[in-house]
Each structure stands twice: as structure tokens, then as C-alpha cells.
């Protein structure tokens, strides 16, 4: 995967994170990604270093799917609001 492939799939799971966030959902998920103190916008990091922070990323959205069916997570409605905003924004 390219660099700029790589930042981009970052910035996807990145807003994943805030949708998730928002919503009250997260709870310490992403603890790991942050303590990296990197975000999707400093293109200035290291390919490692945004791979890293994308793996990290996909695993505390992956605990939150372990936690919570699809299920219980499309019936929160603060995410319902989220994604609506997300979708009417497009």
C-alpha cells in the first residue's frame, strides 16, 4: 500500500472514531491510537508510524464490535444521529 493510500484509510477510520466517540459508544477503545500522538493529517510521519496508528485504530473499533452487536449499535440514537449528519453532509 502507498503512503497516500495508507493516510487515507486513516482518515476514514479516524472519522469511524469520532462517529463512534460522539455517539457515547467509545469507552478507552482507542487509548492506544492516542497515546501514539499521531493523527491522519501529519503527512510529515512515517509510513510505519501511520500503520501502526491504522492497525491500532482497527482494533479498538474491532473491541467495540465485540462488545456490541450491529444490532444494539444501529439502535443508539445518538449514532443514528451521527450518521444521518454524516449522510445529509455528503
Known sequence: MQKEELLVLHLVLFHIKK???DSGIANGHFKAYESLGISPVQVNKSKSEHK?????LCKGISEIF?????????????????????????
Open 19 to 21: 462517529i463512534l466517540e
Open 52 to 56: 501502526k496508528a491504522v492497525l491500532l
Open 66 to 90: 465485540k462488545t456490541y452487536y450491529p444490532e444494539k449499535l444501529v439502535q443508539n440514537p445518538k449514532l443514528k444521529e451521527c450518521l444521518q449528519v454524516e449522510i445529509i453532509a455528503r
